[in-house]
């Protein structure tokens, strides 16, 4: 193709779409139409003439190697989970100023306890929880340890990125740190993290070691595969595809190699005994008892090996999407968007969800799930409150095992 003057630079386009004006432009035309990979076109400074890819070629290969080096700050990290049990009796029988101490435990490569102070550790601390760390292992010298507790749901308050924020308290042997007023215990009552009279906290640690610098040998910067892009890209365009699926009125064009890679059900659609009813391009399988969105959300999944995201919905639609999603997911066999939806779904159990979710995960065989919503169960108050509702009553109806299954849980308490 001929090249047309001025400096040229690569432009690497995104699925999304082209620069504007692209599409109109007939070198970019004659281009496409010679087969001409369509990530690859390089544009001219001025943003609008299209050159050979031989010359981003040539500007890749004479890039200069580069160097690099380290400032690394050693540490051993790690954490512990404390449930306490019996919130109501520690508080009215442990007096402010006492506490009870944990089991030891092994983190961040010392043994630590935790000191549980229910009616707190002196009198400024009356009416809240206090929680001290304590150092059980004979150093010679002070530990630099940077610690935080938090609640179980308090993900962001668990990474290494917010404990770095935590100045860092110098520990000797025995001794001990902490939150004086960790929790109010009216707060702690109104906060919904009391469940069955109990609830759980973590503490996270970082244990300082030396600093150190370290050089590296050149090394060229490979950057992040973008091949689920390029896949992605190729389910929007359609083009190569060689099978078309009726979903609720909505036709979808795909792949069959793609799709038989996957998904063994696929595959054995596609390529085993049924596969000669529908060898023609111009064959179109039917798939019934499924939403066109959820299908949607299926092949965006094949091809990109991440959930699709939608806008507008609210979290009651956001949860009803990963349910059907679920189920279409466990009918191709694809265990990994099964587990993702299962996740999502632990995030939108209330009482007006669970039964339904439970009686989901029974028929989809989702363990996971089903502890989730045993776990939101265990509450008295909160069942009595399920059992209200019109899902309680259809789990009854189809999973009765599920039921009985709950009912042995609560049993064991």
């Known amino acids: 193709m001929p090249r047309r003057a001025g400096s040229a630079r690569a432009i690497r386009f995104t699925p999304i779409g082209l620069p504007p004006g692209a599409a109109e432009d007939p070198e970019f035309a004659a281009a496409a139409a010679a087969g001409v990979p369509w990530g690859y076109f390089p544009i001219s400074t001025a943003g609008t003439n299209w050159v050979g890819p031989s010359s981003a070629i040539a500007a890749a290969v004479a890039a200069p190697p580069g160097s ?3 400032i690394v700050a050693a540490g051993a990290r790690g954490y512990h989970v404390l449930r306490i049990d019996g919130y109501s009796r520690t508080r009215s029988v442990v007096p402010n100023g006492k506490y009870i101490e944990s089991s030891p435990f092994r983190a961040a490569g010392h043994t630590w306890t935790i000191k549980y102070y229910p009616n707190g550790i002196n009198s400024r601390a009356t009416g809240c929880i206090s929680l001290f760390l304590v150092l059980k292992d004979p150093v010679a010298d002070r530990l630099m340890v940077q610690f935080w507790f938090s609640f179980l749901d308090q993900l962001d308050q668990q990474t290494p990125a917010y404990l770095g924020t935590i100045p860092p308290s110098k520990f000797k042997a025995d001794g001990s740190w902490g939150r004086n007023e960790f929790i109010r215990s009216e707060n702690l009552e109104l906060s919904g993290r009391l469940m069955d009279d109990g609830f759980t906290v973590r503490c996270d640690l970082i244990v300082a070691g030396e600093i150190r610098t370290e050089g590296t040998a050149p090394s060229v910067v490979v950057p992040p595969s973008d091949c689920l892009q390029h896949l992605g890209a190729l389910l929007l365009s359609g083009q190569g595809a060689d099978v078309r699926f009726l979903v609720g009125g909505k036709t979808f064009s795909a792949h069959r190699c793609v799709l038989a890679a996957r998904s063994r059900v696929f595959n054995a659609q596609l390529f ?7 060898a023609s391009e111009e064959s179109v399988i039917q798939i019934d ?3 066109p969105q959820v299908f949607e959300s299926l092949l965006h999944f094949i091809y990109t090996d991440s959930l699709l995201e939608m806008e507008g919905l609210d979290e009651a639609a956001a949860a009803a999407m990963a349910q059907h999603l679920l189920e279409a997911a466990d009918r191709y066999d694809l265990q990994r968007l099964k587990l993702m939806c299962e996740d999502r779904l632990c995030q939108h159990i209330d009482v007006s969800t669970v039964a339904t979710t439970l009686a989901l995960a029974e028929q989809h065989h989702c363990q996971g799930l089903k502890e ?8 008295s108050k909160t069942l009595n409150e399920v059992m209200e509702t019109d899902g309680f009553q259809h789990l009854v109806k189809s ?3 599920a039921l009985f299954e709950l009912m042995s849980k609560l049993a064991e308490r």
């Open 272 to 278: 085993g005994a049924m596969r000669e009813a529908i």
């Open 68 to 70: 690099s080096s380290a």
């Open 289 to 291: 008892g499924m939403a």
């Open 372 to 379: 989730a919503c045993y776990e939101f169960l265990r509450s």
């Open 399 to 401: 999973c009765p095992s």
